[in-house]
């Protein structure tokens, strides 16, 4: 079988390899639609050495088509439309055995620590297989994994009705964010980013303010817009943010701006230990919490899909034949303006 494989930092070679053959309680599947993700650029760019192995297979956002099922399969059958969950918790560990399988302390993800779905094939868990509604495409599919993502986050943020929401980052992840908050009746909901046209992106999801964070400074606006107030919820989804006018990192915008008892949800992975001022934070009792993947949204963001509450074609700029995956990593490696979600098409 023809797969993009990571051989060394920053080579990828697109070549025949052997395929894989599904084992006890496994499935074959033909991806027909893979999502090119920021980790994945990470992954290319060597910052996940010792955990990625080379040769690795990436691609962890993906759907296609079940080729073969293994023993002891009896749920899915070949021929099924599917996408598939990448994560593989532990269940041994502490969090996993209180349930909480995305904090899993072993946590691996297919397309990360196994070979992953940028292949015409891929071996995964019956477990990690979601069946397809008939009215939700292979290629809308492979969005399933990122609004999963993106519907823990605001489920960790629990919003409550007519919240003020602040969404830091108008990438691939604060986008898919936005698209959930919009679901689900947040109040007022302000985006922020360096990119005049991420943001433009976000005005056409529904974002009700668009700051653009290099031209001004996030805190002020926000507390202006709230009379003073602040936020009630505040996603952090950018990590390590540079030039924004306020002179903060982002974790830092979010406890300024935040209001009274209000809730800040971060998901950005920066690489740099990030100064808060605690005092004034401490004062407001606010909350802080993560969120890493998801944890039994993958239905729920099928759900969304099938009944058009959320809509992939304001993040999917770009879809590229598997030949052309050296290109586009490359090309999103070098910070390519205009490209938000690629998806690589596999025959
Ligand atoms: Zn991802
Ligand atoms: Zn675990």
């Known amino acids: 079988m023809k797969a993009a494989v990571l051989v060394a930092r920053e080579k990828i070679e697109v070549k025949e390899v052997e395929a894989p053959q599904p084992g006890s309680r496994e499935v074959l599947v033909a991806p027909k639609y893979t999502g090119i993700c920021g980790t994945d650029i990470h992954i290319y760019q060597g910052e996940f050495e010792g955990r990625v192995r080379y040769p690795t297979i990436v691609g962890h956002e993906f759907a296609g088509i079940v080729e073969e099922v293994g023993e002891g399969v009896e749920t899915i059958a070949a021929g099924d439309k599917v996408c598939i969950d990448p994560i593989i918790p532990c ?59 993106a519907t823990h986050a605001v489920r960790r943020g629990r919003i409550d009705p007519a919240d003020f929401v602040v ?69 952090e989804a ?23 008892a209000g809730r800040i949800v971060v998901l950005g992975q920066g690489p740099d230990m990030a100064p808060v001022f605690w005092r004034p934070f401490v004062w407001k009792e606010a909350t802080i919490v993560a969120s890493r993947v998801s944890r039994g949204e993958f239905p729920r963001a099928i759900s969304m899909l099938e009944s058009g509450l959320l809509d992939p074609s304001h993040i999917v700029t770009h879809e590229v034949p598997l030949e052309y995956v050296p290109d586009a990593f490359r090309m999103l490696a070098e910070g390519a303006e205009e490209a938000l979600k690629v998806i690589v098409k596999i025959d």
Do not use: W
């Open 238 to 260: 950018v990590g390590h943010a540079e030039k924004s006018v306020s002179g903060l990192p982002p974790i830092a915008e979010a406890a300024e701006m935040i209001r009274n």
């Open 167 to 235: 969404v830091l980052g108008a990438g691939k992840l604060g986008l898919s964010i936005l698209s959930v908050l919009k679901t689900i009746g947040a109040g007022t909901i302000v985006i922020t980013d360096l990119q005049d046209y991420r943001l433009d992106t976000a005005r056409r999801i529904g974002a009700d303010v668009c700051i653009n964070a290099g031209d001004k400074d996030a805190v002020k606006e926000v507390l202006s817009l709230t009379g003073g107030r602040g936020a009630d919820r505040v996603f």
């Open 91 to 149: 269940m041994q560990c502490t969090a996993c055995r209180e349930g909480n399988l995305s904090a899993c302390k072993n946590l691996k993800l297919r397309g990360v620590d196994l070979d992953g779905g940028l292949a015409e094939a891929a071996v995964v868990g019956a477990d990690q297989v979601f069946k397809l509604p008939e009215r939700v495409s292979v290629k809308d599919a492979a969005m399933v994994e990122i609004f999963s993502v």
